[in-house]
């Protein structure tokens, strides 16, 4: 499969801004639909995002479209989730996550995980 290594978190202030990054080893990244989701303690694991292997297909829930931005560059081997506007809602880990279809949403449906990065958004 494809090992997945996200970075970028932090603590911030409402109102703040970052960036989230996820670098892929292992079976060449170009073939997977990736995904960025995040979970809060005590709360299930949700989707936030998605991008075609390509790069020029995105999708979002609902909760997030609008401040928050997936992409990726296929020479960096590299997903990235650009988190705007940040709120003390959005306090989670956030994972990186490699799918075979464009579209799906369900952790069932993506295959490799990486550890995850802690945010925390503090009011």
């Known amino acids: 499969q494809v090992q997945l290594v996200e970075s970028g978190g932090g603590s911030v202030q409402a109102g703040d801004s970052l960036r989230l990054s996820c670098a892929a080893s292992g079976r060449v990244f170009t073939y997977w639909v990736m995904g960025w989701f995040r979970q809060a303690p005590g709360k299930e694991r949700e989707f936030l995002a998605g991008?075609?292997?390509?790069?020029?297909?995105?999708y979002y829930a609902g909760s997030v479209k609008g401040r928050f931005t997936i992409s990726r560059d296929n020479t960096k081997n590299t997903v990235y989730l650009q988190l705007n506007r940040l709120k003390p809602g959005d306090t989670a880990t956030y994972y990186c996550?490699?799918?075979?279809?464009?579209?799906?949403?369900?952790?069932?449906?993506?295959?490799?995980w990486g550890q995850g990065t802690q945010v925390t958004v503090s009011s």
């Open positions: 996550a490699a799918a075979r279809t464009y579209g799906v949403e369900r952790q069932a449906d993506f295959h490799s």
């Open positions: 991008v075609s292997v390509s790069g020029d297909r995105l």
